[in-house]
């Protein structure tokens, strides 16, 4: 191998590595940019809707509503509806009702 093919070579990957240096940042960018909406995509198709429970939802008041009334969805661990413009986690169930708390984002 001759001295210049090697200087060529060496200049090569020398411009190799910089092109990925420069650019790897700005494709992993783009790249996100464009898996992000295909995995939301995904997560919405595959995920289950929030359970309907069975029962009655009972408020701090006393007052009840019929479960099927409610349009309950999950905020992380909490399961959570909107009822008289104000938002409300249900409790585990307490003899078929379904206590409700006011829901403080955490």
Do not use: C, E, H
Not at 47 to 74: C, E, H, K, M, R
């Amino acid at each position: 191998m001759k001295q210049r093919d090697l200087i060529l070579y060496g200049v090569i990957a020398a411009v190799g590595y910089w092109l990925y240096t420069k650019f790897y940042a700005g494709a992993s960018a783009v790249a996100n940019v464009v898996a992000q909406p295909i995995a939301n995509a995904y997560v919405a198709l595959t995920s289950g809707a929030a359970p309907v429970p069975q029962g009655s939802v009972v408020f701090p008041d006393g007052s009840y509503l019929p479960v099927a009334n409610i349009a309950p969805t999950w905020y992380g661990s909490a399961l959570v509806f909107t009822y008289n413009g104000q938002n409300w986690q249900l409790q585990p169930q307490v003899n078929g009702n379904y206590p409700a708390i006011p829901y403080v984002a955490a």
